[in-house]
């Protein structure tokens, strides 16, 4: 039996968080939904947590597999959907009362394919660390916000929008199974097949910035693979030539990402002597200029620094960066 929403939520060893999470959901007015809990593998008491769940609603759907990561899990979840549409939520974070009827009123009020959301990021304690207006791209045309989703200008995540469910199935879109950006080329597809991509202008969803978050995974280059999988994915699907300089642009915000990787766990001239090699690759493939426009603010500061090859500074800027974020977190964990 078909209903409104499919709400998916990945969980591996989330004895934590799951539970506010799942009754964050449970506890919305609207009631047109399913969830399904994707198991993926859990060791501690996540199992025990949900098959608990499962007998307070019917609305429950747990379905267990071996562990296979999180993209692989939200593949899982859609396969089980009946949903008009999907709607991600991650394990350790949570949503406010009233979501679902907020996006039902703006899907009838545009037919939306895809609706952006607001949320709000915060740290483990609830205390706010900013409020993310993907809402300000609102005005955007359908290209520049697929340039911009494509940079990470418009920040990645499955939980960052709501798609409709026959756009996912009808062109076979599906999440891959890499440990960093695996919604990539996700992202990319849904968007490009929308017609009507909405935004929902409230902070509903409370993302929880944790430790040990999916985006804080990778090696020194976490991006890196990622721009070589969307580009290969371009080329296969004659799609290269449209977004050649955007995918430049890409390796922009790949340089950068590797940049402060190295910078955190480097010498200031072992991180120089990297960058420098670094810097190399990306002038080796660069054939054309960037896209401007979806390059987000501390990019096009950076891009100038890369190409006048002023490593010092450019060292400079993510050692001190480190050492503000190094400052924040000791702070926070004293008070």
Not at 93 to 121: M, W
Not at 170 to 175: A, D, G
Not at 180 to 196: D, M, Q, T, Y
Not at 203 to 221: A, I, T, W
Request: with cysteine; glycine share 4%.
């Amino acid at each position: 039996m078909s209903v409104r929403f499919s709400i998916v939520i990945p969980v591996f060893n989330a004895e934590k968080t799951i539970e506010r999470c799942v009754k964050s959901v449970l506890l919305q007015n609207y009631t047109d939904y399913e969830v399904i809990l994707v198991n993926d593998g859990s060791t501690d008491k996540t199992g025990k947590i949900l098959n608990n769940f499962l007998k307070t609603s019917e609305k429950l759907i747990l379905k267990e597999q071996n562990n296979r990561g999180p993209g692989l899990a939200r593949n899982a979840g859609i396969e089980r959907a009946s949903g008009e549409y999907i709607i991600f939520i991650d394990s350790d974070d949570y949503i406010d009362e009233g979501y679902f009827e907020a996006l039902d009123n703006i899907i009838k009020l545009e037919n939306s394919d895809v609706i952006f959301i607001d949320a709000v990021q915060e740290k483990i304690d609830g205390k706010i660390i900013c409020k993310e207006k993907i809402s300000k791209f609102a005005n955007y045309s359908k290209k520049l916000l697929i340039r911009c989703q494509m940079t990470g200008k418009i920040p990645w995540g499955g939980w960052r929008k709501v798609t409709r469910r026959s756009i996912i199935i009808n062109n076979k879109i599906f999440y891959s199974d890499d440990e960093v950006g695996e919604e990539a080329i996700f992202s990319f597809e849904c968007l490009r097949n929308a017609r009507k991509i909405s935004f929902l202008n409230s902070e509903y969803y409370h993302y929880v910035n944790y430790p040990s978050s999916q985006s804080k995974k990778g090696n020194d280059d976490p991006w890196g693979p990622v721009y070589l999988r969307m580009k290969n994915y371009l080329i296969e699907n004659l799609l290269f030539e449209e977004y050649q300089k955007t995918i430049q642009s890409f390796s922009v915000t790949a340089l950068t990402a590797s940049l402060y990787r190295l910078a955190s766990i480097n010498t200031f001239e072992e991180t120089k002597e990297k960058l420098r090699e670094k810097v190399k690759d990306l002038e080796k493939n660069c054939k054309v200029s960037v896209d401007w426009r979806s390059l987000n603010k501390a990019n096009k500061f950076l891009y100038p620094f890369y190409m006048l090859h002023l490593y010092n500074v450019l060292v400079l800027l993510a050692k001190g960066y480190c050492n503000l974020n190094k400052y924040e977190k000791n702070k926070n964990f004293s008070s």
